[in-house]
């Protein structure tokens, strides 16, 4: 392969509004944190890692709305996703129950062959926790996923989640491509060693 060419996964992240979506992508990507409006379309935000102090990756984090006006048209960036987070605020037990219906609703919408990396995100965990552990074990048990547990404000797990989560699509793609898996041919290559953030319109997405 060419030294110029990296390989780029995609990484979507779901959730109702107001859970921190942005929060921890700004704080993986800048490095901040602030207090950030909704997201009213969709963002991308990219960033550079290195697997295994030699292999250079980049993410594509795609920040979507949790708007429920704008969920049609963000369904259309779920197909190529590569790896998704189920997010959910931890203070606030009614976006835990929204999380199954994100599920569905991404699982009925992604295009990718075979299983991808799923995690459930819980944000804010520096504040009350008013969503119980043994909910969030019973959901794990039920649907084979792993748990994060996350506070974007005071820089609590946030490199570990997509630093495992890039090894995790780097490998796997390695793997498969020793293999000679022709689905390995669905991952973008970009050219590109700059951290990059764009805004896109729901209307508009870009594939």
């Known amino acids: 392969m060419d030294k110029e060419e990296i390989k780029t996964f995609s990484i979507i992240t779901l959730g109702e509004c107001g859970v921190g979506k942005t929060a ?3 704080r993986f990507v800048d490095g901040k ?8 379309g969709v963002n991308y935000s990219y960033k550079e890692m290195l697997i295994n102090k030699k292999d250079k990756i980049i993410l594509r984090l795609v920040d979507t709305t949790g708007q429920e006006k ?3 048209l963000t369904k259309s960036y779920f197909k190529n996703a ?3 987070l189920f997010v959910f605020s931890l203070d606030n037990k009614d976006t835990f129950y929204t999380i199954t219906d994100w599920m569905e609703l991404f699982n009925n919408n992604n295009n990718r062959e075979g299983s991808i990396p799923k995690y459930l995100v819980g944000t804010k965990n520096d504040l ?3 969503v119980e552990q043994k909910l969030i074990d019973k959901f794990v048990q039920k649907y084979n996923i792993p748990f994060k547990s996350t506070s974007a404000k005071k820089n609590k797990c946030i490199d570990e989640l997509f630093e495992e989560i890039g090894k995790k699509l780097y490998l796997d793609y390695i793997s498969n491509l020793k293999k000679g898996d022709r689905r390995q041919s669905q991952f973008k290559i970009q050219s590109t060693e700059k951290k990059i953030s764009k ?3 729901c209307c508009s997405p870009e594939l």
């Open 82 to 84: 590569d790896a998704v």
């Open 70 to 72: 704008f969920r049609a």
């Open 33 to 40: 944190f602030e207090d950030y409006e909704s997201t009213t």
């Open 128 to 130: 009350k926790i008013n």
């Open 199 to 201: 805004k896109h319109n």
């Open 24 to 26: 921890i992508i700004k």
